[in-house]
Every structure is written in structure tokens, then in C-alpha cells.
């Protein structure tokens, strides 16, 4: 039987072989084997910002337009920032933050076999007063030179020197090599045993085990990107992938309701913002919004969201065409020290943090945080002590973000499919002109944005071209 894999065959790196069992009259993935180094692979997914998913993917099909992939209205948002003039932004490095998002989790998926993600590696920064480290309990820490002391309030700007001298051997990164799994179609991950065999096979209608054969195939990251494209927009992303990809590329899909579903027991801590919006009388429809530097900050914050992040935050109300959210169900099945090493990277893949914390950002209730320490080396060359960063035990340093990332006071249009722009009248006339919408059917409202507004807002952007509509329609005073 001919199996087809997109490949990329030019400058390979270690490529992972992967079984398959197939319905060879079907033609479909029935399930495939996953070792430990291709179950790190698969929940890294988790901690990748949105930011980086949609240009890792853009990347990957840069050679051809036609295959463009629009995740939601996450495509259109990337692109605001970088049209916006720097001038709005509290400095450059603030827009580059936002237009280069960086995995809060970079340290575990620089460990990956294969690590898909080619972010610029992080940078460390503390402060130049040197009390603020040495006489502090947790000496702050920075991965941009924006953030400021905890201490002092001066700007953390002062770089340190990371020594990783933790790092383990080959013996995986979230589970271990020799852990063993099944992972379904639809990216369902169970333990490898006879009793999760016989379930898939149960549950994708197999009476017959003449029609499965089996075939091996070799992952690089040509492969894993195909994958996470296919686990976030298609329903048979392993199908997909070796029976050859439907027309998956520009799919959407609009939920077809956004009543207010969404629990916000995760939120904590969220600055409430008001938004003016105009809608359209004769259909209730919300074309655009002028709002603050605030909300546009916190729709931006957006980008910087790891996809299992949002995944949580959704809950039941997570909807999408894909099967990605299948890999965070997957996580409570799967057993402490016989497949994952910690509980603590369990929890760390249920509850992916961001390396951003805007004022205007949706925090968790409890919040993970990296610790690092530091230690001190005298330079042979002046005898001067300097520091350095080490995983090893020793004084805390707690890491800071820059807190605020858009300047204001600014006034912004934003469409309904997010497109952000600074406000004037002339654009703002232009563009309901564009609708053919006339000055007599559209009148003003004034809404305010608290948590469930917010997490409306995050799930029409996954699901949605019409964001602002679909986020906001059923907040609309009566």
C-alpha cells in the first residue's frame, strides 16, 4: 500500500519514526504509536503562544499564497501590530514582544527531538543596582530590558549570563523515552496497552483485523508542523497526513451561538474597560469599535497566549475545527512517574502561563512561575565578582514583564475582524462607506468589558471572522 507523507527531503535533521495503523480499505489512520520523544512533541503544542503558531505556519507555506492559513482572526490581529507605527507603542522593543511572542515554556522545548519553534532564545536582564540583587529575598529578573526592579523601579537592563548546567540527558523532556502511548485520529492519547487498543478499534468500527496494516513513517519538522496546522483545523490530522490533506487550509468555523457560556473562574484580577461600538440598527450588527490604548493592549495580549492557555480558559465553549483540545483532555488520563515524570509538568501543560503581563492581560488564579537562581564568579582578569544564572539551587530571582506595552493616551478604530488602526473621522467614515452602510442606520453604544466579555472576545477571535460581533452582540444593553 502507498503511503504519502508531505516532505520536506532536503536538509533533514534526526527525523522520528512514528507506526501507523491504518484501514487499509478505508484509507484512514485508525491510531499510531507514540515513544516519549513524539509525546513531548505533541503537548508542546500546548505551550506555544498564538503569536508563534500562526507565524510558524505562515512560514512553513510562505512559498505558496494559496496556502495561507487563517487561524480565526489571530492572522489579522499579527498583522496590526506590525502596520502599527512604532510612535504607539511604549518603546520598539514593546512592539517586537508582541510581533515575536516567546513560549514561556522554552526551556523545556529547547529539549524537544524536535523542536519546531525558532524564536530568538531568551535574553536575561537584572538590575544594575547591584543591592537590588544582593539584599533583596527575590532579586527581580527579566527577559526584557523593560521591565523594572521590583526594588528600585529602575529598568532591569543590566544582562546576565545564563549558564545551563541542569540540562539531563536524553531522557525526555515532559514524559520519559520509554513511556509508550496510543494516539487516536483525533489526537486522543491514551497509555499503550491492550485495553486502549481494543477501545479505538471499538470505537472506530472495526470488525475485521484483515483490514489494518501497519506503516512506518519518519516525523522531522516539516512533519510536526503539518501537524499542528492539521490538530488545530481538521478532525483527522494523523489522516490527514498520510492519506494525503483535504482542503482544510482557510477553514473556519463560526459557532452558531455565543450566548453567554463561559465560566470565568479562572480569571483573576481583570481590569474591567469600556469600548464604544457602532451597530448597524437594521440588523443589530457591531461593525467596528473606538476604545483606548487599554483594549487594544489587552486584544493584543492575544497573540502572546499559549494555546493551551485558551484551551482552558474556554472550557466546554472551546470550539474549533480541529482536535487539539483532544491532547489537553488527554493530560488527567495519563499516569504520574509511569508516563509523566512530575506532577508538576502536568500541571504545567494543563495550565500553560505566558511570558507577557500586561495590566489588561487574563491572569490565572494561580500563576506559574519559573524559578532561577544566581550565583557569583570572579573575573581572574579584574577580580570583580559577577553573577550568573544557573537552575541550580540557590538565591531566588522571580522574573518581571513589562506591564504596559501600548502608549496612551490613544484613541484606535477597531473592525470587526480586528483590524486596529489609530482613529480619525476620515477613517472611520471611509470605512463604513466600504459597507455600504449609511450615516442614518448606525447609532452608538457603550459597552463594558469584564471577564466574560473578555473570554468572548478570545473565543470569537479562535473560531471567528466577525469578532466584535460575535464577542460582544449578546453584551449589548437592551
Known amino acids: 500500500m502507498e503511503i504519502v507523507v508531505s516532505s520536506k527531503a532536503a536538509s533533514r535533521e534526526a527525523d522520528i519514526p512514528v507506526k501507523v495503523v491504518v484501514d487499509k480499505e478505508k484509507k484512514r489512520v485508525v491510531f499510531a504509536e507514540a515513544d516519549g520523544d513524539l509525546a513531548d512533541i505533541l503537548f508542546s503544542f500546548l505551550t506555544l503562544p498564538m503569536g508563534t503558531i ?18 480565526g482572526n489571530f492572522n489579522t490581529l499579527c498583522r496590526s501590530v506590525r502596520n502599527l507605527d512604532a510612535k504607539y507603542f511604549v518603546t520598539e522593543e514593546s512592539k517586537d514582544l508582541l510581533a515575536n511572542t516567546k513560549n514561556f515554556a522554552e526551556y523545556q522545548c529547547q529539549r524537544l527531538k524536535i523542536n519546531i519553534d525558532d524564536t ?38 543590566m544582562p546576565i549570563r545564563y549558564e545551563d548546567d541542569t540540562r539531563e540527558g536524553n531522557d525526555g523532556v515532559f514524559f520519559a523515552q520509554t513511556a509508550s502511548f496510543i494516539v487516536s485520529d483525533d489526537l486522543n492519547v491514551f497509555p499503550n496497552t491492550v485495553g486502549s487498543v481494543l477501545e479505538i478499534l471499538d470505537s472506530s468500527g472495526i470488525s ?13 519538522s516539516h512533519e510536526i508542523l503539518e501537524l499542528l496546522k492539521n490538530s488545530i483545523l481538521s478532525k483527522t490530522p494523523l489522516t490527514d497526513m498520510v492519506f494525503g490533506k483535504k482542503d482544510i487550509v482557510n477553514a473556519i468555523v463560526v459557532a452558531p451561538s455565543f450566548q453567554r457560556q463561559i465560566s470565568a473562574e479562572h480569571i483573576n484580577d481583570f481590569i474591567n474597560k469600556k469600548v464604544k461600538v457602532v451597530v448597524q440598527k437594521s440588523n443589530k450588527k457591531i461593525l467596528l469599535a473606538q476604545a483606548a490604548e487599554d483594549f487594544v493592549e489587552f486584544l493584543f495580549g492575544f497573540l502572546a497566549m ?3 492557555r485558551i484551551i482552558t ?4 465553549s472551546y470550539l474549533s475545527n480541529g482536535t487539539v483540545e483532544n491532547l489537553h483532555k488527554s493530560l488527567p488520563n495519563l499516569d504520574v512517574g509511569r508516563h509523566f515524570k512530575f506532577d508538576a509538568l502536568r500541571q504545567f501543560l494543563l495550565y500553560p502561563e505566558m511570558d507577557f503581563a500586561s495590566y489588561h492581560s487574563l491572569y490565572f488564579k494561580v500563576e506559574w512561575s519559573r524559578d532561577f537562581y544566581y550565583g557569583t564568579k570572579t573575573d581572574p582578569s579584574s577580580e570583580e565578582e ?8 540557590g538565591p531566588v530571582m522571580k522574573i518581571e514583564h513589562p506591564k504596559e506595552y501600548v502608549r496612551g493616551p490613544t484613541m484606535f478604530l477597531v473592525t470587526d475582524d480586528l483590524v486596529v488602526t489609530p482613529f480619525s473621522s476620515m477613517t472611520f467614515i471611509t470605512y463604513l462607506h466600504s459597507l455600504k452602510v449609511s450615516p442614518s442606520d448606525v447609532e452608538e453604544h457603550e459597552i463594558n468589558i469584564g471577564p466574560e466579555e473578555a473570554l468572548n472576545l ?14 460582544l452582540k449578546s453584551f449589548m444593553p437592551k
Do not use: W
Not at 500562526?54 to 487561524?71: F, G, Q
Not at 475485521?208 to 522531522?220: H, I, M, N, P, R
Open 313 to 316: 480558559f474556554l472550557g466546554k
Open 306 to 308: 499559549p494555546l493551551g
Open 208 to 220: 475485521d483485523f484483515g483490514v489494518l496494516e501497519e506503516a512506518t513513517l519518519q516525523f522531522g
Open 458 to 471: 478570545l473565543r470569537a477571535c479562535m473560531i471567528s471572522t466577525s469578532v466584535l460581533n460575535n464577542g
Open 54 to 71: 500562526v507565524r510558524l505556519l505562515a512560514k512553513a507555506n510562505h512559498s505558496d499564497e494559496s496556502e495561507r492559513v487563517n487561524i
Open 386 to 393: 559577577t553573577f550568573y544564572l544557573t537552575r541550580k539551587v
Open 120 to 157: 530568538k532564545p531568551a535574553e536575561y536582564f537584572i538590575c544594575r543596582n547591584l543591592g537590588c540583587t544582593l539584599d533583596q529575598d527575590f532579586p527581580s529578573l527579566s527577559t526584557s530590558n523593560i521591565a523594572k526592579c521590583r526594588q528600585c523601579r529602575e529598568y532591569l537592563n
